[in-house]
């Protein structure tokens, strides 16, 4: 959900991660007719701004948990208001949001993951390890516990467990240990002063010689922990690839191997058979029921990443539902065992 940023006087131009390809891999099926289009993660709106400018027709379901991204979304696509339709929900909750509004099916979902920059950029909301701010990184700040909370209330194996999972840090032991001792002195409050805690439980050697703030794997871990991003991610899929018509594109931006997995995964499974091996020909039943658009994980060109270093790791993989029917495979992650 990364933009760019670009000063002019006092305002900014946000410009959308892999903004002209995603435009032209959905450009097949919302180029023509009334389309649905749903935007599972609408962040300030870049995406959704450029999907309805291009595609006059198409009518927009806008779904983000940030309240405040919601308000600027809503300002920015005001010239298009009698074609939007905005959500303050999780991206899970993509068939009740369907369902409120009487859609059966739509015709593409864009899922753009991780922090916006508007959450990067927020000084007081806690996302970012290099400004001291109070430790919130909810996404969603009228529910859930924030990162305070859970550094403080939590137990030390459970944090382990996080810091392991999600942030693939190798001294999770070591920081968890000075976390418990700390917060037993007085409560952790604020991001600087974990990164003080988690910057002495580094080896000094391994701090010179890591790429990247020492405190930015166990920041990244707490902000997915706290809006349980991986198990939203793993609910969403299915059930996004269920509502498409046939024809319907899903697009699905990751930013690092932990969101682009289950992405790949998913996307795998819905494009191959059900059909036991070795059956000469495959029942209409068992065929499946979508086709990759996208060869693998594309990247963003030289370009873009040059013009916005933010974008370097994105990775958009697209995929088109080409048969009728359920996908009733189970995809098992370790969020709903």
Known sequence: MLMA??????????????????LDLLGPTLESGRRVHVDGTLGMGGHAEAVLTRFPDVQLVGIDRDQQALT?????????VDRVHLVHAVHDELPEVLDDLGLGRVDSVLLDLGLSSLQIDEVNRGFSYSVDSPLDMRMDQSRGRTAAQVLNESDPGDLVRILHEYGEEKFADRIVR?????????????????????TRAIPVAVRHKRSGHPAKRTFQALRIAVNREMETLSAVLPRALDRLNVGG????????????RPVKEVFREACDDTAPAGLPIVPESMAAKFSPVTRGAERPDADEMSANPRSASARLRVIERVRPGSVNRQHVTKESR
């Open 249 to 260: 594109r899903i697009a699905v931006l990751a930013y690092h191997s932990l969101e682009d």
């Open 178 to 198: 000075a976390i418990v001792t700390e917060r037993d002195r007085q409560p952790i409050e604020t991001s600087g002063r974990l990164v003080e805690i988690i």
């Open 5 to 22: 940023t670009d000063a002019i006087g006092s305002d900014a131009v946000h410009v959308p991660v892999m903004r002209a390809r995603i």
């Open 72 to 80: 600027m979304a809503g300002a920015r696509l005001k010239p298009f």
